[in-house]
């Protein structure tokens, strides 16, 4: 990633504090049947620079917030590495992890949750120093006198309770406790999100004026993308525990280059109500994080995906292709819970049909080219065989594309922007284009 | 918004805050001087003598000899809750009451003393609010708190202070049980043949001297013709009884006073440890869950799985003979018995409450910053399942409470002559459609009073520390009424 200077603000150094490689942070479910961790984060890469506010965004359950609670050792990351100021913190245990907690914070989406009603605010900011036996009981309070002024709260709400402020005001809370050790990082997991629009702005800009007082860098969560935009200098894009695209903020929303951006950033709502705009729809819900896809995370939805040379079909019928590989994918899933077997062997409808059901559901309304029409009765065979793996296996097969085997590499597509699509290789024809092709609109043409 | 004061003045500690304004928690100090002092020998007597005794427990007894007759010194001391002060034994020489306060009837003298016990205790409890008021308004930092709003729902909740009423009269009767009853267990329960006593013989006009248990044997309540001393009369001898006499002519209500102790001491011990083994698994089980959670939920399931009541009847056959069993006449053995059997149903209900706290995100930020996990389990976690607890305990507190006298009813709990409200029940059994029905009912129906009271407690309990549930027909309401059987 190049270092030249774009947009960057003016208390950027530059020098990278965070550095994460390759982390994944999978849940166990512990359970008796072994079944398949949840893939929450999978593989990312990123740098945060000292001083940047770095946005992280994506559809809820994309492994945002996994990642941010990662980064701070709230979970514990299953393999990768997150190299803080040099140290790798994934390696940290005891005292070591407890004395580097004081540099890292973090400022939660819920401010409802995230102060015990039982504790006055004083005892709540005061906690952190306490943990950290930083200078005597009348300092400490000092300290949460001085915090308290920070943030914009009064001194004497010292002896008040959580109960007696309103969302805002507790969210203030929030962030003097933890900007209560004078941390250099502080994860901000959707600190506005749960907030009336009007106290969303005042709290933002607290947010940046504290980063502005104390040099703070921050990692911004977020599934606003106005938010994001007005505050981030580079964001990330997440889908599936991936990083999709890195780059600077207004880069990025101006000229987005990978496919699932443009399908995000196609979403935020136009001001104007005579422009016409034809959002990119994504078609199906994201797949569970349990059974990721191979290759590209975002292959099963994705409008530009990669079509194997040998099999000439129109648009719609790809498309059914693709809804018909999703019903396949569902069907050989629900074959591994206990449940829904036990459900059909009860003769309960387990929402899914008969193979010969299937196929005419999909395809009755196009007409198939041959060899599709063939590829499809091998697959309906092998349903009605009660072999939904090798239906799945064998649409992969002959369907399938790079993008259904190959993870794909990171793209320099732009200054400091990263695009993670297999269109970027010189092979083959940019996301872009392609989508144009395809009859979408892109607002970057 | 009413902060007037600077913000120094704010940060004193509790010390200056009474320096500065001391009128108040003067006057509740003097009041507390004035209560110790009416009884203060009780207190030392009874602080010593458990002190005592439970050095004689120790091998070789170390000290237990001094304790004792420290003990016993203070208790010869004259206070105010005593039955030398207010003597109801006596007996009528054809003119007048002889030994009785001032010469009154043995009744009226007895009641007094009754009525002081109560008098002294709401006292008491007046006391301890009024210094909660004077803190609140006076003392505390904080101009309000969450405990305020719990407190205020509590006073307003007429059920639940219905059953705390019954709650503290049940609890007086044990603790002052000695004091309240008109005759003593000792001399009238445990060794009636030791003691004498003098009474008018009308016959011969003379006053004559008998043991208590001669005179025991003239004041049985047996059902038919004569012997029967019912309730709110007077034996042959002269003697009060409230509420009448047992079979074998012994006093009911000193048997009912002294079997409330029992009772209270079973159902709060059982309780106590369990509600603290029950706490402490929840807390671990919500904080780490996974593996730890699997053994308690497997230790708890086989625990219950046992049937209870023939786990009962066996331990007491198997340890008949152990010192275990002669720890307060078995009371000790029962204590632990209903704590392992009780703890699973205490720590299913609080589970929930506790994994719900686990699931908090002040429980995350407190461990971002490092705090240690037992620090979180109690500044974090434990404030919020406590209430439950209390509500639960005080559920499952008359679920003992029945099981310890069903045991006795069918002649295996408490060994006589140790009294229990279940023996007085069985042994009255076949007087209950005779005249001496007072046998059987008035302490099954003081067993029913109590158990409604420990189930009012906690419903108000419950409203009070959750307002959401408050009237609701199914759901947490009737999932905490359901634990109350025994």
Partial sequence: MSESVVDTVSHQTGETLVDVQDLKTYYEDGGLLGSDPVKAVDGVNFEIARGETFGLVGESGCGKTTLGRTLIQLETATSGAVSFDGTDITELSGGDLKEWRRNAQMVFQDPESSLNDRMTVGEIIREPLDVHEQGTARERREKVRTLLDQVGLMPEHYYRYPHQFSGGQRQRIGIARALALEPEFVVLDEPVSALDVSVQAQILNLLEELQEEFGLTYLFIAHDLSVVRHICDRVGVMYLGNLMEVGPTEQLFQSPENPYTRALLSAIPEPDPTVQVDRITLPGSPPSPRDPPEGCPFATRCPVRIRPEDIDASDAVWDRIREFRDVIRERSRAEQSVGERLKERLGFDTALADSEEIVEEEFDDVTLPPDVQEHVEQAATYLSDGDPDAARAYLREVFGSQCDTETPQYYDVDDRQMSFCHRHAQEHVSPGDELRQRGYDTHDG | ?486
């Fill in chain 2, 1 to 486: 918004m009413m902060e007037t004061e600077p913000t120094e003045d704010i940060d004193q500690p509790l010390r200056d805050r009474l320096k500065a304004h001391p009128g108040p928690a003067l006057l509740w100090g003097a009041i507390l001087c004035v209560l110790l002092l009416l009884e203060g020998p009780t207190y030392l007597d009874g602080l010593l003598g458990a002190i005592g005794a439970g050095l004689g427990l120790l091998p070789g007894a170390p000290g237990a000899e001094a304790f004792a007759s420290a003990s016993a010194y203070f208790g010869e001391l004259p206070h105010l809750l005593s039955r030398e002060l207010i003597p109801n034994r006596g007996y009528y020489d054809g003119s007048a009451w002889q030994g009785t306060f001032l010469g009154l009837e043995p009744k009226y003298a007895w009641l007094i003393r009754f009525l002081l016990v109560y008098a002294y205790v709401a006292v008491l409890l007046g006391w301890l609010w009024y210094g909660y008021v004077l803190f609140r308004r006076h003392y505390r930092a904080a101009d309000w708190t969450p405990t305020d709003d719990v407190i205020d729902r509590l006073r307003s909740h007429y059920w639940g202070l219905f059953g705390l009423a019954v709650v503290v009269f049940f609890v007086t009767m044990a603790a002052f049980a000695p004091v309240i009853g008109p005759t003593t267990a000792e001399e009238n329960i445990e060794g009636p043949y030791s003691y004498d006593m003098q009474y008018y013989n009308e016959d011969t006009e003379t006053v004559e001297t008998v043991t208590i248990g001669e005179a025991n044997l003239g004041s049985a309540s047996r059902g038919s013709g004569d012997s029967n001393v019912g309730v709110w009369s007077y034996d042959d001898f002269g003697r009060f009884h409230p509420v009448g006499t047992l079979v074998s002519g012994k006093d009911l209500f000193t048997f009912l006073a002294f079997g409330a102790r029992l009772s209270l001491f079973i159902g709060l011990g059982s309780m106590a440890i369990a509600g603290f083994i029950a706490t402490t698994l929840a807390l671990v089980t919500a904080y780490y869950k996974g593996a730890a959670d699997l053994i308690v939920v497997l230790t708890s399931d086989s625990v219950q799985a046992m049937p209870a009541l023939l786990l009962v009847i066996l331990a007491t056959v198997v340890f008949q003979n152990h010192w275990i069993s002669e720890l307060y006449n078995g009371a000790m053995l029962f204590i632990l018995l209903f704590a392992l059997i009780r703890w699973p149903g205490l720590w299913r209900a609080i589970r929930g409450p506790a994994l719900q706290v686990g699931e908090q995100e002040w429980v995350d930020a407190a461990k971002s910053y490092g705090q240690r996990p037992t620090v979180i389990m109690r500044k974090h976690m434990a404030p919020y399942i406590l209430g439950y607890l209390l509500v639960y305990a005080s559920l499952t507190l008359g679920g003992v409470i029945i099981s310890v006298s069903a045991l006795s009813f069918i002649g295996l709990g408490i060994n006589a002559p140790t009294p229990e409200w279940g023996r007085a029940i069985n042994i009255g059994q076949q007087y209950v459609a005779s005249q001496s029905w007072h046998i059987s009912l008035i302490p099954g129906l003081l067993i029913t009073l109590v158990v409604t009271g420990f189930n009012a407690l906690s419903d108000g309990i419950r409203d009070a520390i959750d307002p959401q549930s408050e009237g609701a027909e199914g759901g947490a309401a009737g999932a905490a009424a359901g634990g109350g059987g025994g």
